[in-house]
């Protein structure tokens, strides 16, 4: 899990953090194991209530709190890492998404020329960007099929504003909970007003690795059916993403789909 740390630079107290105590390896993973509890009871508790932005804030203050109670202040690298790690234990095709977005997200930024201090931030934000997902069981983010139209919006929705959410009481700094936030805003995904800002150029990169992941290495949600490249490219063009960043995308050598890789997004 090293290879995954990123560091960009800020300083994180989760809301209600006492201690400044380095943390062990040991301790890092005993608060990732806490991390994913905490996210599944959140879960229990909404399943049988409508999903709404209220109700998911409030579970991620809970969490947060749980979380902050365990490892008070904490650098926003050893963060990452809790919940990269947490994401591990929970479903690692989702963890795997995330590096294979992250990854691409940079590339893309080379491509274009504009790696900076912007490219950093979203890397940081790309390598979390589903989050949200460590609220959702196993179960339902496999399942492709015969989901209740309350379980597809806690999906498609929930995984969204429960992940900004926990990210901002997190500490997480602005640019990169609004990355996160903005990740399915092209999709009909984002829930209207979470923020009132256009799409910035990192914003949009995002969006189209994210979508190019999830349509060449299995969509969820769907069929489970790889998409070639040229078909990735062709749908991710009708989104309404800056030509530059598409022509980067398509620019680049991308591994092809293996069966073995499960779907997500
Ligand atoms: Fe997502
Ligand atoms: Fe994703």
């Known amino acids: 899990m090293s290879g995954l740390l990123i560091t960009y630079g800020r300083s ?73 790690t947490s994401m591990q234990i929970h479903h690692t095709p989702t963890l795997h998404h995330q590096k294979r977005v992250a990854e691409l997200c940079r590339r893309i930024s080379d491509e274009l020329g504009t790696n900076n201090g912007k490219t950093t931030l979203l890397v940081a934000a790309a390598v979390i960007h589903d989050t949200g997902k460590l609220l959702i069981p196993t179960n339902l983010l496999d399942q492709r099929q015969d989901l209740s139209p309350s379980e597809i919006r806690i999906i498609k929705e929930g995984h969204l504003l429960f992940g900004f959410h926990l990210l901002r009481l997190f ?19 984002n829930p209207e007003g979470l923020i009132n800002r256009p799409i910035s150029t990192e914003g ?62």
Do not use: W
């Not at 203050?61 to 809790?82: D, F, M, P, R, W």
């Not at 500490?171 to 999709?187: D, F, I, K, P, Q």
């Not at 790889?226 to 309404?240: D, G, H, N, Q, Y």
């Open 171 to 189: 500490g997480y700094s602005e640019e990169v909970t609004e990355l996160v936030g903005h990740h399915h805003a092209m999709n009909g995904n």
């Open 12 to 84: 994180h107290t989760p809301r209600g953090g006492l201690r400044t105590n380095p943390l062990g390896k040991r301790e890092l993973k005993t608060s990732a194991r806490l991390l994913h509890s905490r996210c599944q009871e959140a879960y229990s508790l909404i399943r049988t209530t409508p999903p709404t932005e209220q109700i998911l804030s409030t579970q991620a203050e809970k969490v947060a709190q749980a979380l902050a109670s365990k490892i008070g202040t904490c650098e926003t690298n050893l963060l990452t890492y809790i919940l990269l």
């Open 204 to 265: 949009q990169i995002l969006i189209a690795a994210d979508h190019f992941d999830a349509l060449t290495n299995g969509r969820g949600y769907r069929d489970g059916n790889f998409s070639t490249k040229k078909v990735a490219i062709e749908e991710i063009s009708r989104l309404p993403i800056e030509r530059e960043i598409i022509d980067a995308l398509e620019s680049l050598a991308v591994p092809s789909a293996s069966a073995g890789r499960t779907r997500t997004r």
